[in-house]
């Protein structure tokens, strides 16, 4: 059978609490139809960390470089963690989309709103928990966090939740209960003819 063809260029933009099973999707999605995604890298002002790749992890810049880039509104979002500044460049996008690749993003809410701010083009996935209860015990299971970030992130998921809410922001909702039964749905979404995700 012939690879299915992503038919809408626009990048996908997928948000979601952490702990929702994003990265578990997309990485399906990746490993199901190799050649067809790539993740968007971001530029960060943090300094590598071990093993991390220039251009690959991260495009790593100065301060300097990302201000100026940001100046030029290189930027489709960008934000501060600590010290450090991260974003997605737009050159970014656009090049990996003219390899034929379909850029996927995997940003927080407030990035999400810089997007729509910017009208750069885009298709928006929300992932949801089935429950709250449930986006804990995955947070939990997955064993990643310490009990002081499980609390941040089960308070920023409440965040991420009411901005879901808000009609018109998301093109497509997907409640991650069944693991295969989300991944068959984020699928369909993706490969859908342009006119019926719009
Ligand atoms: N449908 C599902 N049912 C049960 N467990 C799941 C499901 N989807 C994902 N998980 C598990 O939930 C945990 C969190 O998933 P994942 O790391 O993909 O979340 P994420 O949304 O990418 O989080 P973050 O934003 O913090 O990176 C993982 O341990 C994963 O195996």
Same mark, same amino acid.
């Given at each position: 059978?012939?690879?299915?063809?992503?038919?809408?260029?626009?990048?996908?933009? $997928?948000?979601?609490?952490? /702990?929702?099973?994003?990265?578990?999707?997309? *990485?399906?999605?990746?490993?199901?139809?190799?050649?067809?995604?790539?993740?968007?890298?971001?530029?960060?002002?943090?300094?590598?960390?071990? /093993?991390?790749?220039?251009g690959?992890? @991260?495009?790593?810049?100065?301060?300097?470089?990302?201000?100026?880039?940001?100046? *030029?509104?290189?930027?489709?979002?960008?934000?501060?963690?600590?010290?450090?500044?991260?974003?997605t460049? +737009?050159?970014? $996008?656009?090049?990996?989309?003219? !390899?034929? +690749?379909?850029?996927?993003?995997? $940003?927080?809410?407030?990035?999400? *709103?810089q997007?729509?701010?910017? /009208?750069?083009?885009?298709? @928006?996935?929300?992932?949801?928990?089935?429950?709250?209860? =449930?986006? =804990?015990?995955?947070?939990? /299971?997955?064993g990643?966090? %310490?009990?002081?970030?499980?609390?941040?992130?089960?308070?920023?998921? %409440?965040? =991420?939740?009411?901005?879901? !809410?808000?009609?018109?922001?998301?093109?497509? $909702?997907i409640?991650?209960?069944?693991?295969?039964?989300?991944? +068959?749905?984020?699928?369909?979404?993706?490969?859908? =003819?342009?006119?019926?995700?719009?």
């Amino acid at each position: 059978m012939a690879p299915a063809q992503v038919r809408d260029p626009r990048p996908i933009v $997928i948000s979601g609490p952490s /702990g929702v099973g994003k990265g578990t999707l997309y *990485k399906l999605l990746f490993q199901r139809h190799p050649d067809t995604f790539t993740l968007s890298v971001s530029h960060t002002t943090r300094g590598p960390r071990p /093993g991390e790749q220039d251009g690959v992890d @991260y495009h790593f810049v100065t301060k300097e470089a990302f201000l100026d880039l940001k100046a *030029k509104d290189g930027f489709v979002e960008s934000a501060q963690f600590g010290d450090n500044l991260y974003g997605t460049s +737009k050159a970014t $996008i656009e090049e990996q989309t003219a !390899k034929g +690749k379909t850029v996927v993003l995997d $940003i927080e809410v407030e990035g999400v *709103k810089q997007i729509q701010a910017s /009208g750069f083009p885009a298709r @928006y996935v929300f992932i949801a928990p089935p429950s709250d209860e =449930e986006l =804990e015990k995955r947070l939990r /299971g997955r064993g990643t966090e %310490k009990e002081d970030s499980i609390q941040k992130r089960l308070k920023q998921a %409440k965040v =991420e939740l009411e901005y879901s !809410k808000v009609p018109g922001v998301h093109d497509r $909702i997907i409640v991650n209960d069944d693991l295969e039964k989300a991944y +068959k749905e984020l699928e369909e979404f993706v490969f859908a =003819e342009p006119a019926s995700t719009t």
